[in-house]
């Protein structure tokens, strides 16, 4: 299974691969991991690799070989769509945040991301912002997000959440579980 992660720094892209790949080693899966994070600490783009099977020999998947990608802003789904094989899925969180360049005015964010991607893919759309925020914290999107993955990668509900309490720091644990539970509702 290949799975990626994209999104923008501070969305929670590294702990979200590091819950995945935990959860499949817990179920007797050869796992590899591998992270990319460009400037993420200025808000650029965070990639990040989740490979499990049997035995897996390389951390990065292939363009064309992803089963399922987890994209926390819609350009950044947009942006690694080619990854994705024919037959594969995307969840994507349904916000917007602004590059730098369309910051400064050398670029205009495009219109249109979620229609042509699912024009060409299956996609599933959350507002995972919206759901974090109305449980009264909005650093806990990607365990929304996540929660609606979750059904797409495999896994029982009670692994997701075994690993995601033992991942998430010891004072989240409550909310983070709302989180992925509220995600894990998501048609």
Request: proline residues 2%; hydrophobic residues 40%; glycine residues 10%.
């Amino acid at each position: 299974m290949n799975i990626m992660v994209v999104g923008v720094g501070g969305q929670g892209t590294l702990l979200t691969s590091r819950i995945i790949g935990k959860t499949a080693l817990n179920a007797g899966w050869d796992v590899k991991l591998s992270e990319v994070h460009g400037m993420a600490q200025r808000g650029g783009s965070v990639v990040t690799f989740v490979r499990y099977g049997k035995k897996v020999y390389e951390p990065v998947c292939e363009e064309g070989s992803v089963d399922v990608l987890i994209s926390f802003e819609r350009l950044e789904a947009q942006r690694y769509a080619h990854f994705l094989k024919k037959d594969g899925i995307m969840i994507v969180n349904d916000t917007r945040i602004d590059p730098m360049t369309v910051v400064i005015g050398a670029c205009q964010y495009p219109n249109g991301i979620l229609e042509a991607l699912s024009s060409e893919h299956k996609v599933y759309t959350i507002n995972g912002g919206e759901i974090a925020k109305s449980l009264g914290n909005s650093k806990v999107l990607n365990s929304v997000v996540l929660g609606l993955a979750a059904k797409h990668i495999g896994f029982t509900k009670e692994e997701w959440l075994e690993v995601l309490q033992a991942t998430v720091p010891q004072k989240t644990i409550e909310i983070n579980t709302r989180a992925f539970e509220k995600g894990y509702e998501v048609e």
